[in-house]
């Protein structure tokens, strides 16, 4: 019997877990009960009654695999740790408890996969949200496509399913900050794009500020692209040239129409303020890649696990600060 692995991150969703947990084995019970489902939950550090809820479930299902960070390390980090304990055949990345992508794909998933592909990715093509969130991920997808050098389609995130192969060129990737969606893409292997409707959070606040949406779309122009940089490089081109060329001007001006030639406070202000602010924007460019080689280069673990519930001792150097796992 193969093994479907979801991994399910979650931060303060104690009113959606066990509904997140019943949906799963439901579905799989009743459209796909040739293959066996490895649930792993990768909890962030939840303040309210979320870890307890997932002690009681994995202590009734040894399907059910329960890892607690020791502190909140963002969905990226958590998710990519969680994998890391995958022992299907294939495995759903990211189904978030909110269940905002909706678990009754899955099915269609599995039969894609089964019939040779390798990724099979959804696609949120139709969002039950907000105005400002829509135009906020419009912005997103859009900056990314124009920017990355690997093709990253729109509305394509961490819900997919990926085979085995997959999962160990994903998981070789050395990264403290992963943006998954990007690594799975850059792997290549064969694809298909699945379209499904986002749909409204039930219960719950989400978690996902514009702010933090910000820092994934940063680090994902960061991580996969070096058109900042280019745009660095050729912007001090054109204007070191634009400079040489008005000096030029300037002088050939004087000589021959002194009164026309500019000078005085104001041209000497404007000019310094405009070139100083495209110096620190520049300088912002480049801290952003400077940041992320310091923290790559710092090396230590992706996050720092303060329990494992139904997961062998780990052989891969994760770190658990109580040295307590129960299986």
Same mark, same amino acid.
């Given at each position: 019997?193969?093994?479907i692995?979801?991994?399910?991150?979650c931060?303060?969703e %104690?009113?959606?877990?066990?509904?997140?947990?019943?949906?799963?084995?439901?579905?799989?019970?009743?459209q796909?009960?040739g293959?066996?489902?490895?649930?792993?939950?990768?909890?962030?550090?939840?303040?309210?009654?979320t870890?307890?809820v997932? #002690?009681e479930?994995?202590e009734?299902?040894?399907?059910?695999?329960?890892i607690? =960070?020791?502190?909140?390390? *963002?969905v990226?980090?958590?998710? $990519?740790?969680?994998?890391?304990y995958?022992?299907?055949?294939a495995?759903v @990345?990211?189904l978030? @408890?909110?269940l905002?992508?909706?678990? #009754?794909?899955?099915?269609?998933?599995?039969s894609?996969w %089964?019939s040779?592909?390798?990724v099979?990715? *959804? !696609?949120?093509?139709?969002? %039950?949200e907000g105005?400002v969130l829509?135009? !906020?991920r419009s912005?997103?997808?859009?900056?990314?496509?124009?920017?990355?050098?690997v093709?990253? #389609?729109?509305?394509?995130?961490e819900?997919?399913?990926?085979?085995?192969?997959?999962? *160990?060129?994903?998981?070789?990737?050395?990264?403290?900050?992963?943006? /998954?969606?990007?690594?799975?893409?850059?792997?290549?292997f064969?694809?298909? /794009?699945?379209p &499904?409707?986002?749909e409204?959070?039930a219960?719950?606040?989400?978690?996902?500020?514009?702010?933090a949406?910000?820092?994934?779309?940063?680090?994902?122009i $960061?991580? $996969?692209s070096?058109?900042?940089m280019? $745009?660095?490089t050729?912007?001090?081109? @054109? /204007?070191?040239?634009i400079? @040489?060329l008005?000096s030029?001007f300037?002088?050939?001006? &004087?000589?021959?129409?002194?009164?026309?030639?500019?000078?005085g406070?104001?041209? /000497?202000?404007v +000019?310094?303020?405009?070139l +100083? *602010?495209?110096q620190l924007?520049f300088?912002?460019?480049?801290?952003e890649y400077i940041?992320?080689?310091? =923290?790559q280069?710092?090396g230590?673990?992706?996050?720092i696990e303060?329990?494992?519930?139904?997961v062998?001792?780990?052989s891969?150097g994760s770190?658990?600060?109580?040295g307590h796992s129960s299986?």
């Amino acid at each position: 019997m193969k093994t479907i692995s979801v991994v399910s991150p979650c931060y303060n969703e %104690e009113d959606n877990v066990a509904i997140c947990y019943e949906t799963v084995k439901a579905l799989f019970a009743e459209q796909l009960p040739g293959y066996r489902c490895e649930h792993i939950f990768v909890d962030n550090a939840s303040e309210d009654g979320t870890v307890n809820v997932l #002690r009681e479930i994995a202590e009734k299902d040894a399907n059910v695999k329960v890892i607690v =960070n020791a502190r909140n390390f *963002g969905v990226f980090r958590s998710t $990519f740790n969680g994998l890391r304990y995958v022992s299907g055949d294939a495995v759903v @990345v990211m189904l978030p @408890v909110d269940l905002q992508d909706p678990p #009754r794909m899955i099915p269609e998933f599995v039969s894609l996969w %089964e019939s040779g592909y390798d990724v099979v990715a *959804g !696609a949120r093509d139709t969002r %039950e949200e907000g105005l400002v969130l829509r135009a !906020a991920r419009s912005i997103f997808y859009g900056t990314i496509n124009r920017l990355s050098d690997v093709e990253l #389609r729109p509305n394509v995130g961490e819900f997919q399913l990926i085979d085995r192969r997959v999962l *160990g060129a994903v998981l070789a990737h050395n990264d403290h900050y992963p943006y /998954i969606r990007g690594i799975i893409a850059a792997c290549g292997f064969r694809r298909v /794009i699945v379209p &499904y409707t986002w749909e409204a959070r039930a219960r719950g606040l989400s978690k996902h500020s514009l702010l933090a949406m910000m820092d994934q779309a940063l680090n994902a122009i $960061f991580a $996969f692209s070096r058109a900042p940089m280019r $745009f660095c490089t050729l912007s001090g081109l @054109v /204007i070191a040239t634009i400079c @040489v060329l008005f000096s030029l001007f300037s002088v050939v001006l &004087y000589f021959f129409e002194p009164g026309l030639a500019p000078r005085g406070t104001t041209t /000497i202000i404007v +000019s310094l303020f405009f070139l +100083s *602010g495209v110096q620190l924007l520049f300088i912002g460019m480049l801290g952003e890649y400077i940041t992320a080689i310091h =923290n790559q280069v710092r090396g230590g673990p992706v996050v720092i696990e303060q329990e494992r519930i139904n997961v062998d001792p780990a052989s891969d150097g994760s770190i658990v600060t109580d040295g307590h796992s129960s299986a």
